[in-house]
């Protein structure tokens, strides 16, 4: 078996085994995800060491030729991606263990299995065509997890939220998919890279359709809506798992792969998506203000480190890409566990209403010192990740010359320690 085809298919078997599991056997689903995240995880470490020194792991199923056959390729980018994902599957999968307000915990763990396989198989798609087969598997399973997270009218209202959002701005990315492929003469990526496209013309509007698409699912403004409803209507291990880790990984990902691979980018796109950014930063970390619930100001600050990544890739220079990519990890990270921490209080308290809380550090320092590492590491300061990543955008925004977009990225920091705070 090509070791491509086991972070994909293997958590696929498994979620639909897992609905064939009676619900009186009990810490079978708990153990078979754990176990399966964890193979899964070791794969995608074995794929990322090839890729590091320039050997890439490849499957290619024929199909209709011409850059349209089923193709996933580990190089360096993606197998970074696809370990990314596999952690935070796994990190997942344990907390979820004795969490109890997550639905039933059948198609709790089915979600989580089905989301990891197509999030490995967009990570590592090499074709358009098998990346837009993948992304729109994903949606579905971002509806049915809102939707079966709670039996609530409010969490079937924004599961139809999220859905009808990311399905009209995936119109645009397979209308952006379809135009590229028409450009290029080609749907496989590598070939794409090979000789980027251009903006001029009809390669401008492939560009901002794609970029459209890897926007919504990055939850940038204004495709962002829908998180902070989901914050309330769904359960923290999904807010810990999908709009924390894998939406945004495989969002800033896409971002990336357009921008950096695919396109030519010129000064006026480039302002384009460094302005998305700076708004992105500040109007959310300004709605976070205001926000008197745990999950929903913690999903505002999700979409407001979503503009430094934006922002680091839109420098279109080597030290902003790599800060923006960098965060993209970090934030995920410190996001994930910012929203475990909240599940946590929720669990404890039985309430998420900042203004009844308070006094918890004596009753839960773990979470509390949890707590206080994350939110420090989301405000950029150091010694922790969220320092380095930011550090490395300010030196990319500065390298650009648009002083602006560096003040911007500051105020935000400083806005995000204070609504810590």
Same mark, same amino acid.
Request: charged share 10%; net charge neutral.
């Given at each position: ?34 176990? #399966?995240?964890?193979? $899964? ?17 490849? /499957? ?6 011409? +850059?349209?056959? &089923? ?27 004795? &969490? ?11 979600? #989580?299995? /089905? ?37 609530? =009218? ?17 119109? $645009? ?30 390669? +401008? ?26 914050? #309330? ?17 495989? +969002? ?7 921008? #950096? ?60 890409? =790599? ?13 994930? $566990?910012? &929203? ?39 405000? +950029? ?21 648009? /002083?602006? &977009? ?16």
């Amino acid at each position: 078996m090509n070791l491509l085809s086991i972070p994909v298919l293997l958590p696929l078997a498994a979620g639909l085994l897992i609905l064939a599991v009676s619900d009186r056997t009990r810490w079978l689903r708990e153990l078979l995800s754990i176990g #399966v995240t964890a193979v $899964c995880f070791l794969a995608a470490l074995n794929a990322l060491a090839p890729a590091l020194l320039g050997q890439h792991y490849q /499957l290619t199923l024929p199909w209709l030729g011409g +850059g349209m056959d &089923f193709s996933l390729k580990a190089d360096q980018l993606s197998a970074f991606l696809l370990l990314a994902v596999s952690f935070f599957s796994l990190l997942v999968s344990f907390y979820a263990f004795s &969490f109890p307000d997550k639905g039933k915990a059948k198609w709790f763990y089915f979600n #989580v299995l /089905l989301t990891q396989s197509f999030a490995a198989g967009a990570a590592l798609a090499d074709s358009l065509l098998t990346l837009l087969f993948f992304w729109e598997g994903l949606l579905i399973f971002l509806y049915t997890f809102i939707a079966l997270s709670r039996d609530t =009218a409010g969490s079937r209202a924004t599961a139809m939220k999220a859905f009808l959002i990311n399905g009209v701005t995936d119109l $645009c990315l397979l209308l952006g998919i379809g135009l590229t492929a028409y450009l290029a003469g080609t749907m496989s990526m590598s070939e794409i890279s090979a000789e980027k496209l251009t903006l001029n013309g009809w390669g +401008g509007l492939a560009y901002v359709l794609l970029l459209i698409g890897a926007l919504s699912k990055a939850g940038a403004i204004p495709f962002h809506t829908w998180i902070p409803d989901a914050a #309330v209507d769904s359960s923290a291990p999904f807010m810990a798992y999908v709009p924390a880790a894998i939406d945004k990984l495989l +969002g800033i990902y896409f971002l990336a792969r357009i921008s #950096v691979y695919l396109f030519q980018l010129n000064g006026a796109m480039q302002l384009v998506l460094m302005t998305i950014g700076a708004l992105t930063i500040i109007i959310a970390v300004m709605m976070a203000f205001v926000q008197q619930d745990y999950k929903r100001l913690l999903s505002y600050h999700a979409v407001s480190q979503t503009g430094y990544m934006i922002l680091g890739i839109g420098t279109l220079n080597p030290i902003g890409i =790599a800060g923006g990519l960098f965060h993209m990890i970090n934030h995920a990270s410190y996001k994930s $566990c910012l &929203f475990m921490t909240a599940g946590a209080v929720e669990r404890q308290a039985g309430t998420g209403d900042l203004g009844r809380l308070g006094g918890l550090f004596r009753a839960m320092p773990v979470t509390a010192v949890c707590f206080v590492i994350a939110a420090a590491a989301i405000s +950029g300061i150091a010694p922790f990740n969220g320092f380095f990543s930011k550090e490395l955008i300010y030196k990319g925004t500065l390298e650009t010359g648009w /002083l602006s &977009f560096f003040i911007a990225a500051e105020v935000g920091s400083l806005l995000t320690l204070a609504s810590f705070l």
